[in-house]
């Protein structure tokens, strides 16, 4: 995630998707599929599973990270964590492992806080 980052305006919006209209095709086809797809799954069903889901990450999160969630690149000690900073004045978001991770778990951990 970008630290403070602001959506496009309206218009910026509208020419994005000018721009980019086949990506936006593709991902109203897909998008379409989706909904299609968890009607037939039971939209109820599907909410359940994504409380379930959302609950589970939760848990792995406290388990793993330093401070539960995003932090600044700076506050990640470990390179290989940091996520790609790309030029201008975005800040990408990355995560860090909390200290005292071994073994298995730091690898499990690991491969959750693992940028791109």
Not at 88 to 101: E, K, M, Q, S
């Amino acid at each position: 995630s970008r630290q403070d980052a602001e959506g496009p305006s309206p218009e910026q919006a509208r020419r994005l998707r000018r721009w980019n209209s086949l990506d936006w095709q593709l991902y109203l086809h897909f998008n379409r599929t989706f909904w299609r797809r968890v009607e037939e799954f039971g939209v109820s069903r599907m909410e359940e599973e994504v409380r379930e889901l959302r609950r589970r990450r939760e848990v792995l999160a406290r388990r793993c990270l330093r401070g539960g969630g995003p932090v600044p690149p700076g506050a990640i000690p470990e390179g290989k964590f940091r996520p790609f900073q790309p030029p201008g004045a975005a800040r990408i978001l990355g995560l860090a492992l909390r200290p005292g991770l071994r073994g298995s778990e730091r690898r499990r951990c690991g491969r959750m806080a693992l940028p791109e």
